[in-house]
């Protein structure tokens, strides 16, 4: 028989060093042996597997723990009849996407057959903007939201700099303001890991876009009409072929009914997706069409099942609840169950709808189905042995039905950008003006430096453009570089993995490239001395204390030269850690004030404000202490500036002998007694370039315009000699 089968047997189902060469202090030595010690004996990290007890504390009840499926940790999940129910597993062995301390955020995820987030939860991260900053309730919450979303609908990540997509099938997720990046990381760990589980455990399913009955196709159908075109789908089996299913099992006779009539129908089933309303109306008397419709107001996403039958099989068993799922029938697509519940309609029919026992049953197209799909209708056919505790056997009678496309609407599809893409997308007007910005500050500094460091209006505008840094890229773009990214960078070639979380942040990426392309131009310069917005706190805090005219401390040269080594010894700490002992890179990272101070408004606990507090006090009387003195990304950038390409500041021969000037000048401590320039302690101030060009501050200029100026003693003529007369 076309689109029907069926099968006989007792129903069962079981379901991977580079070396790093420096010298810029005598102390780097040591520093230098103990960074190559850790590259080489670092090993890598494997992703985080749970035990199953650790595991079985995650999954809500009534669920349990099933079967281990693999040895990533993927396990199977019953339901409390020890039935398959889904999967539960840890997203970093599958998905281990490195996190900005370059750290994969580990979540555990318990998904049910249909791929629907049954729980997601927090299981293990590295992110500072938790760990010490807001802390994790936030991220906490942000996991809360995938329960009940399917892992086959679009999702994407709000922020703030982007809303919704009005009217279309893409489901947001609330972010996190100033932690965007981790928790799209976090998302594409749970997405990645979760399609990965689908793809061994749910024989390939692909997402596909649902279909939904259009109210707006009308055509006018009969029951005949329904049949010719395969709209309705019949399977009639005979009590001799019921006979012939049970043959060779001990239920083969125990049928007498059906061994009297053997051409008699045992099941006589019309199936019909009656949801699009020009098949309701050829198969439904109004009354029940009206029902529907009352029902579909409450539950829109509902689709509705006629079916029919006129066999002796019947549609319930006599123990059947109304209004619950029927217990003699069961519906797959794609191998997967679909979800049948009675809808407890009075079901009345069409005039010239065949005569039978009519029942409709409903299932929620969020949960997977998919009307314009294949699907199989399997009803159960039983059969007892014995009298007083019977033997129950079963087959399983399948009938296969598809509706034609045209009754349904398909929603578009919707294929989210890549993670870089989006944010992209989402920031786009803050990255021009970065961009805009850093270029025309690239050219000041570049082919104008000179006669911008020369302008009589140059401090006003160094601060302006400080101000500026601290406010469009600190406060509000988030743009505060951190020793974080370079150490997530050197845990990420350590461990292996990808490099794409950088990605995720373009608008702190752009700030790299130009702090890159400042060491092949200047050295470290131009991000400590023009981009960094703590920095620019700590020149504000300066000149505050200029202001004020409170007393400046100036460290000797020999002092100054140790406590500059400081930041080469906290970097080289921080680098063991990352080799040695990850997991506590996060805090020690707080060394930097920049979370507090930038990311976070001042707003921390108390211990952290104070921090961040000491070193912008101290900078009203020690010019940019803590970048000088500590801090571990200026020591990276100072190593960065290795690759300068030229020595950009002019020195004249008399520099250093006998002119002293621009040295006592730089507040840096960056121009040595011989006048050559230390570019791994320069911050680019400019102030040493004014002073090399300016005609009434430059000593040797000074000099040579009064040589040029001293009149030239005139030396008389000498007087002739008197001439002797002749004799």
Known sequence: MPGSSFACGTWAKVAYPQALAFSIVPCMI?????????????????GQVLSPQEML??????????????????????????????????????????????????????????????????????????ISGMGEAPFLAFFEQYAGK???????????????????????????????????????????????????????????????????HDEALTWA?????????????????????????????????????????YLDLWLLDVSPPALARAALAPSTIAQMARFQGVAPTDEFLLLIEAGRHGLVSESFVRNTAPDLIKAEQGGFPIALRDADFQVDLAPDAPEGTAMILRTDRRLGFNPAEPFTLIIEALREHG????????????????????????????????PWLEALQNRQIDLILLALGLAA?????????????????????????????????????????SIVTPLGVLRTALEGGSYLFLLYDPFSLILWAAAILGFVLWGRGLFCGWLCPFGALQEFAHHLGRLLRLPQIEPSAAWDKRLKSLKYIALGGLVALVAFAPQHVDTAAEIE??????????????????????????????????????????????????????DWIARRAECGSPCQLCRVKCSYGAIEKSGKIAYSECFQCLDCVAIHDDEKRCVPLILAARKSTRPIPVQPAPEPKPQEAPA
């Not at 940790?73 to 281990?96: E, W």
């Not at 079963?394 to 890549?418: C, G, K, M, N, S």
């Not at 911008?452 to 469009?472: C, D, K, S």
């Open 30 to 46: 040591p520093i230098l042996r103990l960074f190559l010690l850790c590259v080489l004996l670092a090993l890598p990290a494997r």
């Open 57 to 130: 504390a995650y999954v809500p009840p009534p669920f349990g723990l099933g079967a281990a499926l693999n040895d990533k940790g993927l396990y199977q999940v019953v339901n409390s009849g020890g039935a398959p129910a889904g999967f539960v597993f840890t997203t970093q062995p599958y998905a281990p996407l490195p996190g900005f301390a370059g750290a994969p955020v580990n979540a555990l995820v318990v998904l049910d057959r249909d791929g629907t987030f049954v729980t997601v939860r927090l299981v293990h991260h590295n992110e500072p903007i938790f």
């Open 150 to 216: 399917s892992i086959w609908s679009p999702m994407r990540i709000g922020t703030p700099y982007g809303g919704a997509d009005a009217g279309s099938s893409l489901i947001h997720l609330d972010g996190i303001t100033k932690a965007t990046a981790s928790v799209r990381i976090a998302h594409e760990s749970i997405m990645a890991a979760a399609h990965a589980v689908a793809r061994e455990h749910m024989q390939g399913r692909v997402a596909a876009p649902a279909a939904r009955p259009d109210p707006d």
């Open 225 to 265: 009409d329904l049949v010719d075109q395969g709209l309705a789908s019949h399977l009639r089996v005979s009590n001799a072929e019921i006979d012939a299913a049970f043959q060779g099992t001990r239920w083969a006779y125990a049928d007498p009914e059906a061994q009297a009539d053997p051409d008699g129908a």
């Open 387 to 418: 009298f007083i505790t019977p033997e129950i056997g079963r087959v399983e009678l399948q009938l296969a039905h598809q509706t034609d496309e045209r009754f349904f609407l398909r929603e578009r599809v919707i294929t989210p950008p890549p």
């Open 441 to 481: 500050l690239v050219w000041a500094l570049g082919a104008r430096m000179n006669r911008f460091a020369g302008w009589r209006h140059f401090t006003p505008a160094r601060l302006l453009i400080l101000a500026v840094m601290t406010g469009f890229v600190g406060f509000w773009g988030q743009g505060q570089l």
């Open 593 to 646: 004030p920049f979370k507090t101070a930038i990311t976070m408004f001042f707003i921390r606990d108390w211990l952290y404000v104070a921090y961040a507090a000491f070193w912008l006090l101290l900078g009203m009387v020690l010019f940019k202490g803590f970048c000088r003195y500590l801090c571990p990304l200026g020591a990276v950038m100072a190593i960065g500036g290795l690759i300068r390409g030229r």
